[in-house]
Each structure stands twice: as C-alpha cells, then as structure tokens.
C-alpha cells in the first residue's frame, strides 16, 4: 500500500524560511516523479514544485527562485525548501506521486507565515 507522510510544516513569520518532508511507502520510489501542491483557504489546490525521477524540477511562478525540491532516494523522501515566505504561501502543502492511473496524496501539513 502506497502512503505517502509530510512532516516539517508550521507557523514562521514572513520572509522565514520552512522545509518540508514527505516520506513514501509502498512504491520503488527512485522511479516515479513526486510533487509538492498546496491548498490555501477557498482556493483550488495547486502545483507547487515536481521533480521527476531523473531529478529534474520544475516551479509555479509564485515559487520560482525561493522554493527548492529535493528528492533523496536512498531515504524514500521527497522534500521542499522554502525561503523569503510571505503571507500568500499559508496553505496547507500536499505530497503527491502517480503509479500508473493510481494517484496518491498524502494527508497534507499546513503553513502558515505571519506578517
């Protein structure tokens, strides 16, 4: 059974900077590309980061330049390094992998950056 745990989440206040963890089970990790989304109050859940399995990455706009996601396959965990938060990244931050049709969610850490 495929699970997927984020850890690292909190309250930091703005221009701090977070990172989170998110730990897979269930699957040869080192094959499949893994995501980081977010879901902030009343919005749609968005794609935040992806790295693929041959680590290569790719950003939203909003992140591109302070956000950094890592993968160690060794440890199964997939990470995202956030700098220069702001207000507008409070959200709660979902992990997130596809094994064929299959797509796994984790259950999701929350952040939350004062001003």
């Known amino acids: 059974q495929v699970q997927l745990v984020e850890s690292g989440g909190g309250l930091v206040q703005s221009g701090g900077s977070l990172k989170l963890s998110c730990r897979a089970s269930g699957i040869t990790f080192s094959r499949y590309e893994m995501c980081w989304y977010r879901q902030a109050p009343g919005k749609q859940r968005e794609l935040v980061a992806r790295?693929?399995?041959?680590?290569?990455?790719n950003y939203a706009d909003s992140v591109k330049g302070r956000f950094a996601i890592s993968r160690d396959n060794r440890k199964n965990t997939v990470a995202l390094q956030m700098k220069s938060l702001s207000p507008e990244d409070t959200a709660t931050y979902y992990c997130?992998?596809?094994?064929?049709?299959?797509?796994?969610w984790g259950q999701g850490t929350q952040v939350t950056v004062s001003s």
């Open positions: 997130n992998t596809a094994v064929g049709w299959q797509i796994y």
């Open positions: 790295i693929t399995s041959s680590s290569d990455t």
